[in-house]
């Protein structure tokens, strides 16, 4: 039997690079002194760019993912999404 992952969001492994991908954004932020629309859209962008990472790198390495069409659409799904 399969794993019903489609629903499931890849999540990177990284765990440290969250604190690495925030610290430096929050630290300019007051720096400059300013939070507001643009902040939090390149927060947004930032974040999804670095969502799509997983699903990408599988996609380009993995020939699991081209032997399974289920994983294939999955990945093309979230990254498509993000």
């Not at 019903?4 to 765990?15: D, I, S, V």
């Not at 969250?18 to 643009?38: D, E, K």
Request: charged fraction near 15%.
């Amino acid at each position: 039997m399969k794993p019903q992952g489609g629903l499931t969001a890849p999540k990177p492994k990284e765990h440290g690079a969250w604190g690495m991908l925030y610290v430096p954004l929050v630290t300019a932020a007051g720096i400059a002194g300013t939070f507001n629309v643009r902040v939090l859209l390149v927060a947004a962008a930032v974040t999804f760019v670095f969502l799509s990472q997983r699903p990408y790198a599988q996609l380009l390495s993995s020939l699991g993912v081209r032997r399974d069409p289920d994983l294939l659409r999955r990945n093309l799904t979230w990254l498509a999404g993000y």
